[in-house]
């Protein structure tokens, strides 16, 4: 399976694609002066306390005060507050970690008025974007992600990712990072850790450590407001998370961005930085590998299945809703259930690369096509966990019911990804919209092949607006005589101007009207 980054800039900030096999499975845009991410310290003040959500809200400058639980106030809270202090007071000496005298533990259960007072400041890290009218999640539980370990300032304590199974490997990294992390830092080990030799480790150790000091450094001076340290850009941090022997490509088509990407991979995997590419063609980078297409077809309302069957997607304020439907794909198979099981199958794929595209989170509900037997049930349910399993984000999927209906939640940190599906309607001269019109040529390719193969259908004309007829019938060898080949029938086609550029019909060869399910 090929991995390849791609990122595009944009006056208004970055896009990022994550291709598997030249098909998108995650996808981001960055703002040219990213402010909030996740993985963001700020110095903030404290502004409120609500006694009834045991909370506080602190101001870090956003337009709205963030919001910080007494769960998120971190096991080590008066040892941060009180390290905090003595770094702004004693400017002219340096204050380090490793020989400092760790505080209490404050209680699990205890209230947040006796943890913060208001109006001091604190030092907060952001784990969850602003999201529609909500301001960011705060936590005071700081930490500094790697790309192969986690360091936990005032913590003592070596947790293995339990992605990591081996229990000799486990034991391995355990000794490992006991024996080289200095005292008074906590490490989490990452899963991509598996395997990495001391060198590699103790080199990630020791730049998330020099993170730590150099923003602690900035402490020295800092006013409320102020990020004492930022996450590195998207683009960086992805790069961080998923890079591996399996990547192929990292593309990029400014100078800035490719010195940038080639500067973190070759510090962090030299033997790699030769993927890293510079796109200077003229056709735009997204244009030229196809990626603005599948974004127009991956991003509305519906999305269709390989098979002929395809999915609602539904948004509102509490919850995602997904509905599975078979289309044309009802006649193909033995029987109801083997449709069902089919159809599902496929819209399980597709669900999990959703979840990841739009970055979906909270609760979904999924209505699958009904199966009766259980095992088919179980099947679909086994076939969605193998599907996430590459997603980053926490998540919990839950069996399905008898209905049919499978519930998952999705850990959301950042804004649902939307991109605009529809475009102004030549035909109309504006006053509406159509479904983007670059994917007609494939539907209309889609709903052929059922008609030919499925339904037996010979002598198959097509009505279609003159711009969709020419892309069919110019050219040599023209999509046409590539149908002819391949069906072994002439497929007639003729102009009609009075259809929208994304009208077309199908007659059957008494010239009547064959019904096609959307």
Not at 105 to 116: C, M, P, T, Y
Not at 236 to 263: C, H, Q
Request: overall charge positive; charged content about 30%.
């Amino acid at each position: 399976m090929s991995n390849e980054l791609i990122i595009n800039s944009t006056p208004k900030g970055d896009r990022i694609a994550l291709l598997h096999d030249k098909r998108i499975v995650e996808y981001h845009i960055e703002q040219s002066e990213p402010q909030f991410s996740v993985g963001d310290i700020y110095l903030g003040t404290v502004k409120k306390l609500v006694s009834g959500l045991n909370a506080a809200f602190i101001d870090i400058g956003y337009e709205k005060d963030a919001f910080l639980h007494y769960h998120d106030l971190g096991p080590n809270l008066p040892t941060l507050q009180k390290f905090t202090r003595e770094v702004m007071t004693k400017k002219n000496k340096v204050v380090r970690l490793e020989n400092f005298k760790l505080e209490p533990e404050i209680d699990k259960l205890g209230k947040i008025e006796k943890a913060v007072q208001k109006g001091h400041l604190a030092l907060v890290q952001v784990v969850k974007e602003p999201i529609s009218t909500k301001g960011p999640r705060l936590s005071c539980d700081i930490s500094i992600a790697g790309r192969f370990l986690v360091l936990v300032p005032f913590a003592n304590g070596v947790n293995i990712s339990k992605k990591i199974t081996s229990k000799a490997e486990r034991n391995r990294l355990q000794k490992l990072m006991t024996s080289i992390k200095p005292k008074n830092y906590g490490v989490i080990v990452r899963t991509v850790a598996e395997g990495k030799a001391v060198e590699e480790m103790e080199r990630d150790l020791k730049d998330s450590i020099a993170k730590w000091e150099e923003g602690l450094v900035k402490l020295v001076d800092a006013k409320a407001g102020d990020r004492i340290i930022g996450e590195m850009s998207r683009a960086t941090s992805m790069l961080r998370d998923l890079l591996n022997n399996d990547f192929d490509n990292v593309i990029v088509d400014t100078p800035e961005l490719y010195n940038e990407a080639k500067g973190y991979v070759h510090n962090v995997a030299p033997e790699k930085e030769k993927i890293v590419k510079l796109h200077q063609s003229k056709t735009k980078l997204f244009e030229q590998l196809g990626i603005e297409k599948q974004l127009k077809m991956l991003f509305g309302r519906s999305v269709s299945l390989p098979g002929g069957g395809y999915l609602i997607v539904e948004h509102t304020e509490a919850l995602h809703v997904i509905d599975v439907n078979s289309g044309n794909k009802s006649n193909s198979e033995e029987d109801q259930e083997a449709t069902a099981l089919s159809v599902n199958r496929e819209a399980a794929k597709e669900v999990a690369r959703q979840l990841r595209l739009r970055d979906m989170g909270g609760i979904i509900v999924i209505d699958f096509i009904d199966m009766k037997k259980a095992d088919n049930r179980k099947l679909i349910q086994d076939i969605m966990r193998d599907e996430m399993r590459g997603d980053r984000s926490k998540y919990t999927i839950l069996p399905l019911t008898k209905f049919g209906l499978m519930q998952i939640t999705r850990q959301r940190v950042r804004p649902e990804m939307n991109v605009a599906t529809h475009e102004t309607c030549p035909s109309c001269g504006g006053t509406g919209s159509i479904t983007a019109s670059i994917a007609v040529s494939d539907i209309v390719e889609q709903h052929l092949e059922h008609l030919v193969t499925k339904q037996n259908e010979k002598k198959l004309t097509i009505l279609a607006h003159p711009f969709l007829s020419a892309y069919f019938t110019k050219g040599f060898p023209s999509i046409r005589m590539s149908w002819f080949l391949k069906y072994k029938t002439w497929i007639t086609i003729m102009e009609d101007s009075s259809f929208g550029i994304t009208e077309f019909k199908f007659l059957n060869q008494n010239g009547d009207q064959i019904e096609i399910s959307s």
